[in-house]
């Protein structure tokens, strides 16, 4: 608030039994967050001060979820939050039906990326969407000129390496999602990177999946022109002293922006934002692709400033060439690159002296301090083993301290620093009482009146001058005075103390006018939108289909041999397509194409390219299925995990959006995925019976920034097109990686994930058709995975024989991956989410 902040937003917890499933908030900070019984006193203090609360509700929510999910919404509606920031589709709309009073935000997590995805989000009663940061300033400006809805954007702060509600990273690797809060930060792992089957040395860079961090103060003029509401400063798990750096930067910029004045910050002040936290700042996407730039790959953590270069190591310190000067008290750490030091250990500490040709220097000689100079560094002891420093080494300063002195004012203030207008009016009749009425920049007005009336002058009358020096004395509190208005009747007098009594009541009346709640009727809408649900029931004389998704000519050829019920195509080349459907069409085998998981406002002209194939379409973005709404009926449907459907709510919003069947968020296990299909319908669902999870999905190639020098698809030569590639974890495991039509990756889990010890509680469910997904396998592996699912569904072996087979198929082993079912899991007897 100090620094400058029209709004913050911020998770809440509420208490065991009334929140999540495994006991967490419904927001994706699952490590923090405000408990419940304080937001009353939050929304309080935050509306005194005219600053918004935007709680984050974003969050898969399951179906076991749903009735604390309601109860929360009504708390959150009723104790004056000003909108909650949602992912889940089907609890967007949810709370739009307890509260049509209470503003809905689309999450980033959403993966919004165009004006059709913005609008697929405002059928579920978003009025605001926070775009996806992989969006270029031309990319925003094209969708800010195609919908009115409200924008907001980030602008400063950790990136996502994988489109945010589009990575399975955590959920794939340790069985906890990032699209429930709970991220492991696999992308800031290290890996290597294997080029045909052989390991490419990268030089310094191991980290290949770990970005930079936002920085567009410079980018804030064109954001204002373009007409973005809101911009966001992401703060995960930062001190206040970032907080409060970064916020009253863009404050500033926002301000200057908005006067027409030019940005005014000094090196020093940027300089400032660099060394609170930084693993190297850039605009990134938002001032366009630079595949080169967005991933470094050095280190994957806090850096600060770049202060110099090791030149050597003497017996008791380090010689650096400083390139910043330094000064006893900084905590410097020197830079290996990882590659070089297998455990990861870095070297550094506090900075105690310098030396120069082994003398200490004195305090004016380190006022003295410049780039340019050779200087040998010392430390603690024992907090630099010189043996595992280099030359050559870049040193950052990691923690400066003298950066607390200058936030101080914005962290520890003790009056507000931050002060919003307020009109005056005084109304003083000689014989009446006299009134002063505040109005704050809202319209919210209170009035203070004093008992005794306002006595004739004796000597000085009240004047305006006077009145607007002791009115204007607002220190102390959140306004200031931004004009007066008088209305004086007769030479009246009135004491100062009585001023500042009339001043100080009225105050304090709007205050507290300004942190009462609004009044907002919530009706429990969960309910009435379950009892909506069609009856559903199993088809058990329905056979089996298997659906089969490939991603290579070989793979169709083979697809094609073994018959399957239908064949989806899933191609990097768009020119492939064609004739491919064409032959599985006169194969006469049902052809599907696979949509990409991310449109932009470029790529929209996408949709009438599949729309022409004559195929059916795997739909993998809410903006593609807005898009197709105006095409009813000219293709077949089908939504793919990637909507993230999670609950009943969700599913069938989506169903009723013209999909013919929906394959559920890889967020659920077996179970879940069971229970589903008995909500929705088994007959509406299409699991993944056999895949490789998608952990990662980026914008960022892998391919053009270590396989060439350029910067995107028009300069790096398309190594995508002549090398497989994979990376290798710290496991030894490979994850292949694949780019799309636009040029972005997805980085697979190298071992499949089957479906096999959960098939007959599937069938046994009802449900019918299962997908058979394809990556790098070759036209064997296809052909096995095919004839030993079939070999399962006809009876010929056992859910334990199906395992074994395609584990003998497999070159790294199976995983049951998001499938798994804990053994604490229980059942949902007789779905009491229905029940009251």
């Known amino acids: 608030m100090e620094a400058g902040a029209d709004a913050v937003f911020f998770g809440v917890n509420f208490a065991a039994g009334q929140g999540r499933a495994d006991g967490a908030g419904f927001h994706a900070r699952a490590k923090v967050g405000f408990d419940a019984e304080a937001l009353p006193e939050i929304m309080r203090g935050l509306h005194e001060r005219g600053v918004q609360a935007f709680v984050t509700f974003n969050v898969l929510v399951f179906d076991r979820e749903l009735r604390q999910a309601e109860r929360q919404l009504i708390t959150l509606a009723e104790s004056g939050v000003d909108a909650i920031i949602v992912q889940d589709h089907g609890v967007a709309r949810l709370a739009r039906e307890i509260c049509p009073d209470l503003p809905v935000h689309g999450s980033t997590q959403m993966s919004i990326t165009s004006a059709e995805g913005a609008e697929h989000a405002r059928r579920f009663g978003a009025s605001r969407v926070v775009l996806g940061r992989e969006l270029s300033l031309r990319d925003i400006e094209r969708i800010a000129g195609a919908t009115d809805l ?254 607390a002195a200058r936030v101080r004012p914005l962290v520890e203030a003790d009056d507000p620093v931050q002060t919003r207008p307020v009109d005056a009016h005084f109304s003083g009749h000689v014989g009446e009482a006299p009134a002063l009425t505040l109005t704050d920049e809202h319209g919210l007005s209170a009035t203070a009146t004093l008992q005794e009336p306002l006595a004739p002058a004796r000597n000085r009358a009240l004047d305006e001058a006077q009145l607007r020096e002791q009115l204007g004395r607002l220190g102390g509190t959140p306004f200031h005075l931004r004009a007066l208005t008088t209305d004086l009747q007769g030479a009246g007098f009135l004491p100062v103390s009585a001023l500042n009594a009339l001043r100080r009541e009225a105050v304090a009346a709007l205050t507290a006018r300004r942190g009462h709640a609004p009044e907002r009727p919530t009706t429990p809408a969960l309910d009435a939108a379950l009892r909506e649900m069609p009856a559903t029931t199993p088809d058990e004389d329905q056979a089996p289909r298997l659906h089969v ?200 889990e190298g071992r499949p994930q089957v479906a096999a010890p959960h098939l007959d509680s599937w069938l046994g469910a009802g449900l019918r058709d299962f997908r058979l997904e394809f990556v790098h396998e070759t036209p064997q592996q296809l052909r096995d995975v095919m004839a030993a699912h079939r070999a399962y569904l006809s009876g010929e072996v056992s859910a334990v024989g199906l395992q074994a087979r395609l584990d003998a198929v497999s070159d790294q082993g199976l995983t049951e991956g998001s499938l798994f079912v804990p053994h604490d899991f229980g059942t949902l007897d007789a779905l009491p989410l229905i029940g009251t």
């Open 549 to 748: 998704l490939v991603r290579t000519p070989e793979q169709l050829d083979a697809a094609l041999e073994e018959r399957p019920d239908s064949i989806t195509l899933d191609y990097l080349e768009l020119y492939g397509l064609k004739p491919s459907v064409e032959r599985v069409k006169a194969a006469g085998i049902a052809v599907r194409v696979a949509s990409p998981r991310i449109l932009k406002p470029t790529e929209q002209n996408l949709q009438k390219f599949l729309l022409s194939l004559g195929a059916g379409i795997l739909v993998r973005s809410g903006g593609l299925l807005e898009g197709l709404q105006a095409e009813a009926g000219a293709a077949e449907l089908t939504g793919d995990f990637s909507l993230n459907a999670a609950n009943v709510l969700t599913a069938r919003a989506l169903l009723e959006l013209g999909l013919s069947r929906l394959t559920p968020t890889y967020d659920l296990n077996a179970q879940q995925i069971t229970e589903l299909a008995g909500l929705v319908g088994p007959l509406r669902l299409e699991p993944v019976a056999y895949g490789h999870l998608p952990v990662f999905h980026t914008e960022h190639c892998v391919f053009c920034r270590f396989l060439s020098e350029g910067t995107d698809y028009t300069n790096c030569g398309h190594p995508c097109e002549s090398h497989r590639i994979a990376l290798r974890d710290e496991r030894g495991r490979s994850h292949p990686v694949m780019a799309d039509v636009g040029c972005r990756n997805t980085v697979f």
């Open 150 to 403: 409200e924008l907001e954007t980030f602008v400063h702060g950790a990136l996502c390496v994988s489109y945010s509600g589009q990575c399975f990273s955590s959920e794939a690797w340790g069985g906890r999602s990032a699209n429930r809060g709970q991220c492991a930060q696999a992308c800031r792992l290290p890996y290597d990177l294997l080029v045909d089957g052989l390991e490419r040395d990268l030089g310094d860079a191991r980290y290949l999946l770990s970005p930079g961090d936002l920085y567009a103060l410079h980018q804030v003029p064109e954001l204002v022109r373009i007409g973005v509401n809101c911009l966001k400063i992401e703060g995960r798990y930062k001190d206040a002293e970032f907080v409060a750096l970064t916020t009253a930067a863009y404050r500033r910029a926002v301000d200057e922006a908005w006067a027409g004045r030019p940005l005014s910050v000094t090196p020093a002040e940027e300089q400032d934002l660099e060394q609170v936290y930084s693993r190297g700042l850039g605009p990134h996407f938002m001032a366009g692709t630079n595949h080169q730039t967005v991933v470094r790959g050095r280190a994957p953590r806090h850096r600060g400033v770049r202060v110099g270069t090791v030149r050597g190591v003497t017996e008791r310190g380090v010689l650096v060439d400083l390139s910043q000067s330094v000064k006893p008290g900084d905590g410097l750490v020197f830079d290996p690159a990882n590659w070089r030091t297998p455990e990861g250990r870095e070297e550094g500490g506090f900075l105690y002296g310098l030396w120069d040709a082994g003398r200490p220097l004195d305090d004016d000689s380190l006022a003295r301090v410049r780039p340019g100079q050779t200087l040998e560094l010392r430390f603690g002891r024992g907090a630099v083993d010189g043996r595992r420093v280099r030359v050559g080494d870049p040193v950052w300063r990691t923690h400066d301290p003298t950066l």
